[in-house]
Nanobody, 120 residues
Framework: QVQLVESGGGLAQPGGSLRLSCAAS????????IAWIRQAPGKEREGVSC????????YYVDSVKGRFTISRDNAKNMVWLQMNSLKPEDTAVYYC?????????????WGQGTQVTVSS
């Protein structure tokens, strides 16, 4: 049974940092890309970042470039999203998801999400 479990969300002040974790089980991340996708209230889901199975050339949506960093450790079956210089518009539920070895595939597996709130 495939499971993705996010953690690390919470409340941060503008300009602050949070580090999200995605723990995978039931599959080997040696063969899967991992995407971080967020959904804010009343808005559509947005792909924030994605890293392929080998870790090269991660994708970032323009609004987070230079502030967020995605990383992975396949041996630990873990992926992280380091979020710095947070802005109120980063407030959303953040999900990790996967479906194939490359970014941009259909995402068959999703975590339950972790809430990130950026507010003073």
């Amino acid at each position: 049974q495939v499971q993705l479990v996010e953690s690390g969300g919470g409340l941060a002040q503008p300009g602050g940092s949070l580090r999200l974790s995605c723990a995978a089980s039931g599959l080997s991340l040696d063969y899967y890309a991992i995407a971080w996708i967020r959904q804010a209230p009343g808005k559509e889901r947005e792909g924030v970042s994605c890293i392929g199975n080998s870790g090269g050339s991660p994708y970032y949506v323009d609004s987070v470039k230079g502030r967020f960093t995605i990383s992975r450790d396949n041996a630990k079956n873990m992926v992280w999203l380091q979020m710095n210089s947070l802005k109120p518009e980063d407030t959303a539920v953040y999900y990790c998801a996967t479906g194939a070895w490359y970014c941009g595939s259909e995402y068959d597996y999703w975590g339950q999400g972790t809430q990130v709130t950026v507010s003073s």
